[in-house]
């Protein structure tokens, strides 16, 4: 049987909101289930806390500083490799069902004459993937954004004859007299979507992912698939809109010292309005009902999805990924949305089964180790037999640790933020170019490196909850000081010269090689020439990789 992997990711959903990460009320039992399976990563950090930047990373396996896609719609450039273009010329189907917040380089794409409706071009333009349906779950009724026909089809086949469905079905509810109650508005997120369930976009998106893999066959197979929940709009069809009431919420991690004297940057989007929505208890009691709903949908879901692997013989054969792309702050530390680093916003649950009996050993275990979102593309190039490529994966394969052979693949985990496009910037006096935040975590420690700005730093160990910053505290100065020789050293590091490895610059012969073809540089005549290429002759030759 040919080998497969299934990569799925949530949007938006955090690491702790899992029965299996320790969600006390929220119970996950099928994807509790995968994680007895597999291996639980619960160290994972991504790349950048908000979802293009997130996302190019997974894709690519390269920091946002390599790949360039620093904020959502700046294009991922052209020739960068992503998943589709290692996997491709080992013969496996590389496709998408759902989202993935790709811009693709316009600009780019035309310096080099690719038509996007090309073959290469619709590559090019979906971050590698062959797009078996790009669903990125944002169709309001502005020109902005481009609808999904096929889903709009659906409902229409189902008998919804509204012209966005998406917008006034699947993320709207009504009121006893017919009123449309938008979803966009967070009063109206503990209503039920007009949408049934099974018409709704995670069970849409589940079904045609099962339509791939029917059709995929004995053909070998990556299939990302990328649901748009339980990212915003807040609202979730029946029965779940009311699964979780008020007794079921946890409570806000938060603590009015932490807006005494906030960082800077920090201070600014807690005065973001989303945050300012998510400090009022009764609207963040609404969201939290539509947000558990949404997750528990999805768990659902997995159980579909892992029931119909069974009926078609594959599960033996199928790496399966559980992830997100980043989290949501759910009013913890007067924040709405994610964009910073606490955990809440920068941490997600990462969930891998190997199939294979070299990882028998570890399934249903829980890994400490610090791992990174770059780390998904090595891990499943590594699956499918594919060849070891440090001068352009920055991320590492978890095989090491699947099969028990290490117990860790890094000292120190990196995300970064550009908060360029964001009013917060301008708020605060800042030039675009300076922007940018650097999170740093040793497991212990974490360091965000703030351009302009003195540090943040917190003590994980003595306190977890992130409730008191560091930075400004002489007493912690050795620490920064230390987190800061980490950042220097990784930003040292050589990320951009991706079309020739270490490896075959080691075991090119230059200075020979230059003399062989009559390249004389440095020879005072040419009895010296002759006696350098004499010895040389003699030399073993290093082998060439």
């Known amino acids: 049987m040919p080998k497969n992997v299934l990569f799925i990711m949530c949007d938006q959903l955090r690491w702790d909101y899992l029965s299996c990460t320790g969600h006390p009320t929220l119970h996950t039992p099928n994807i509790d289930k995968l994680a007895a399976r597999g291996v639980l990563f619960d ?28 904020w959502n719609n700046i294009p991922l450039k052209v020739g960068e490799m992503t998943l589709g273009d290692h996997l491709r010329p080992l013969g496996v189907r590389t496709a998408l069902c759902g989202k993935t917040h790709m811009t693709a380089d316009i600009e780019g794409m035309k310096r080099l004459g690719l038509a996007p409706d090309s073959k290469i071009g619709a590559l090019v333009a979906e971050c590698g993937f062959e797009p078996f349906e790009r669903e990125d779950g944002l169709h309001p009724n502005g020109p902005r954004y481009a609808r999904n026909n096929a889903y709009d089809r659906f409902m ?34 503990d209503k039920p979507a007009r949408a049934a369930d099974e018409e709704s976009e995670t069970p849409y998106i589940t079904d045609r992912a099962m339509d791939f893999i029917r059709e995929a066959g004995d053909t070998p197979w990556c299939l990302h698939l990328s649901y748009i929940k339980p990212h915003w709009p807040y609202i979730v069809p029946a029965p779940y809109h009311d699964m979780y009431g008020p007794e079921t919420h946890l409570p806000p ?37 539509a947000y558990m709903g949404l997750i528990k949908q999805i768990d ?20 399966i990924i559980f992830t997100s792309d980043h989290g949501d702050y759910l009013g913890d530390h007067w924040m709405g949305e994610k964009e910073l680093f606490h955990d809440a916003s920068s941490r ?35 699956f499918f037999d594919g060849a070891d490529l440090p001068h352009i994966l920055e991320g590492h394969p978890l095989q090491p640790i699947l099969h028990g052979q290490a117990q860790t693949v890094r000292e120190v985990a990196i995300s970064e933020y550009d908060y360029s496009m964001r009013d917060v910037r301008r708020r605060l006096g800042v030039e675009v170019k300076d922007a940018k935040l650097t999170m740093l975590c040793d497991g212990r420690w974490k360091y965000v490196f703030a351009e302009r700005f003195r540090p943040m730093l917190f003590d994980l160990e003595n306190d977890p909850d992130e409730l008191t910053d560091l930075g400004a505290n002489p007493d912690f100065a050795q620490e920064c000081q230390r987190m800061e020789r980490h950042f220097f050293d990784w930003a040292r590091r050589t990320s951009q010269r991706t079309t020739c490895s270490d490896a075959w610059i080691a075991a090119r012969d230059s200075i020979y090689g230059e003399a062989k073809s009559g390249i004389l540089i440095g020879y005072r005549n040419e009895a010296e020439l002759n006696d350098f290429l004499a010895k040389e002759d003699k030399q073993p030759k290093p082998i060439k990789t």
């Not at 659902?300 to 790496?319: E, H, Y």
């Not at 997600?348 to 990174?372: C, H, M, Q, Y």
């Open 300 to 319: 659902d879901q997995m159980g579909r999805l892992v029931a119909f692997l069974d009926a078609q013989g594959i599960t033996d054969d199928t790496m």
């Open 348 to 382: 997600v649950p990462l969930i891998v089964v190997d199939p294979r009996p070299e990882a028998d050993a570890t399934r249903g275990t829980k890994s400490k180790a610090l791992i990174e979102a770059i780390d998904v593309v090595p891990t499943i190039l590594n």
């Open 156 to 189: 229409k086949d189902r008998g919804w004859p509204d012209e966005n469905p998406w917008d006034s079905v699947a993320n709207s509810a009504e009121d006893d007299d017919g009123n449309l109650l938008s979803g966009w508005f967070m009063d109206n997120a």
């Open 253 to 289: 991690v938060r603590s009015e010292a932490e807006r005494a004297d906030p960082h800077p940057v920090y201070g600014e989007f807690m005065q973001e309005r989303v945050s300012r929505a998510f400090c009022d208890d009764e609207t963040r009691t609404r969201v939290l009902t």
């Open 43 to 70: 160290q994972t950090y991504v790349q950048s806390p908000i979802c293009g930047p997130s996302r190019m990373s997974f894709y690519t396996g390269r920091y946002v500083n390599s790949h360039g896609s620093t």
